[in-house]
């Protein structure tokens, strides 16, 4: 589901604010104040379409007389040359939202056709994509948005909302089973949430599962032969997760192991933007 909370809005309107400042100065000076136009929004790679709900929370901060009409849904793969959305509105109105709207949608449906790529990838296996932190700060919401429009399940949106103990938990506690222990301890007095231990050896694996009470071992950075290994220790007892050192040539082979979830920053981190351009058309005059 779209993200509507009021950090999105707040997001558009500093980027508007960041690229219009105190004018279309150009559009000012060359376009007449009451002049009309339509606009196509034209996908020139193929590619996942994301982010057609920000069109009207972009172009409605400089008109509410803005029409615009999705001619595709969100999602949906399209080929080079679709043209995906209509505005219509004042002039002024649409070259000043342009480049905005534009950046969003770019950044969002680059991130939702490189998901999709990861998510075929690894198509007629068990595993899942997830994604991770590793977003555009101020975009982890949209970021994870577009990742979940290309195929991908998420993962936790920040420290606040699932437990995950990394190798630096690990060495601050003392060890994964203190780890463990001090954390399922501390859950006793809050709201209770998912657990993931991150394991370095299969030594660390038979810890995790000795100690109990754990939801996800991730194993990190391991070959494949040794994520399988780790999905036969584990036999079903918790969920998987592979992460670390996993490109789009290797991901198949993790796949393959038998492993839950495979997460990876490269879906978000090194999304391309999707080419998309607007072209305004300006009514004839009698």
Not at 26 to 52: H, I, N, W, Y
Not at 88 to 112: D, I, K, Y
Request: negative net charge; hydrophobic residues 45%.
């Amino acid at each position: 589901m779209f993200p509507t909370d009021t950090a999105i809005l707040r997001l558009i309107q500093f980027a508007i604010h960041e690229d219009v400042g105190r004018g279309d100065i150009t559009t000012e000076m060359t376009v007449p104040e009451t002049a009309t136009a339509s606009a196509r929004f034209l996908v020139k790679q193929d590619g996942v379409v994301c982010g057609l709900p920000i069109l009207p929370l972009v172009f409605r901060q400089f008109s509410d007389s803005v029409q615009i009409v999705e001619l595709v849904r969100e999602g949906d793969r399209v080929p080079a040359g679709t043209v995906v959305a209509t505005v219509e509105g004042p002039a002024h109105a649409l070259l000043a939202a342009e480049r905005t709207a534009l950046n969003f949608m770019q950044r969002m449906s680059g991130v939702a056709t490189k998901t999709a790529q990861y998510v075929d990838r690894i198509s007629g296996t068990r595993a899942r994509i997830l994604d991770t932190r590793k977003t555009i700060p101020g975009w982890r919401a949209l970021d994870k948005y577009a990742a979940q429009t290309g195929g991908a399940v998420n993962h936790r949106m920040g420290l606040f909302d699932m437990v995950m103990i990394k190798d630096n938990h690990i060495t601050a506690a003392g060890g994964i089973r203190e780890a463990i222990t001090a954390c399922i301890e501390e859950m006793r007095h809050r709201v209770a949430v998912k657990i993931e231990v991150e394991a370095q050896s299969l030594d660390d694996v038979r810890t995790i599962l000795e100690t109990g009470g754990v939801d996800r071992v991730m194993f990190d950075n391991f070959i494949p032969e040794s994520v399988a290994e780790g999905v036969r220790l584990v036999n079903g007892a918790i969920e998987t997760e592979a992460s670390g050192g996993i490109t789009f040539d290797n991901l198949r082979a993790y796949a393959e192991t038998g492993v839950d979830f495979i997460s990876t920053g490269a879906i978000t981190h090194s999304a391309t933007a999707l080419d998309i351009s607007m072209k305004l058309v300006v009514p004839r005059r009698a």
